[in-house]
Nanobody, 121 residues
C-alpha cells in the first residue's frame, strides 16, 4: 500500500521560518503532482502550493514570495519552505500527492495525516 508521512510542523513566532516535508512510501509505480493544502479552524481546506512532475509550480497568492515548494524525486518527498510566517498562516497543513500504485496502475489522490503550524507571539 501507499503511505504519506508528514513532518516539520510546530509553534513559531511571526517572521520566523519552518520547513515541512512529506514522504511517500510503499508500492509506488509513479508519482505525478505533489503539493500542500491547509485548513484553518472554521475554514475550508485551501491550496497552498503544488509542483508537477515536470517542475511546474503554482502558489496561492497569499504565500507567493514567502513559501517555496520543492520535491526530491529520488526520495519521493515534497517540501514546503515557509518564511516570514504570519499569524494567518496558522492551520493544519496537508500534503497531497498524485500516485499510481503498483497494484492498481490507476492515478489516485493521496493525503498526508496533517501537521499543525501555529504562528503566534
Amino acid at each position: 500500500q501507499v503511505q504519506l508521512v508528514e513532518s516539520g510542523g510546530g509553534l513559531v513566532q511571526p517572521g520566523e521560518s519552518l520547513t515541512l516535508s512529506c514522504k511517500a512510501s510503499g508500492s509506488i509505480f509513479s508519482i505525478d503532482a505533489m503539493g500542500w493544502y491547509r485548513q484553518a479552524p472554521g475554514k475550508q481546506r485551501e491550496l497552498v502550493a503544488t509542483i508537477t512532475s515536470g517542475g511546474t509550480i503554482n502558489y496561492a497568492d497569499s504565500v507567493k514570495g514567502r513559501f517555496t515548494v520543492s520535491r526530491d524525486n529520488a526520495k519521493n518527498t515534497v517540501y514546503l519552505q515557509m518564511n516570514s510566517l504570519k499569524p494567518e498562516d496558522t492551520a493544519v497543513y496537508y500534503c497531497n500527492v498524485h500516485i499510481t500504485p503498483v497494484t492498481l496502475r490507476i492515478l489516485r489522490d493521496y493525503w498526508g495525516q496533517g501537521t499543525q503550524v501555529t504562528v503566534s507571539s
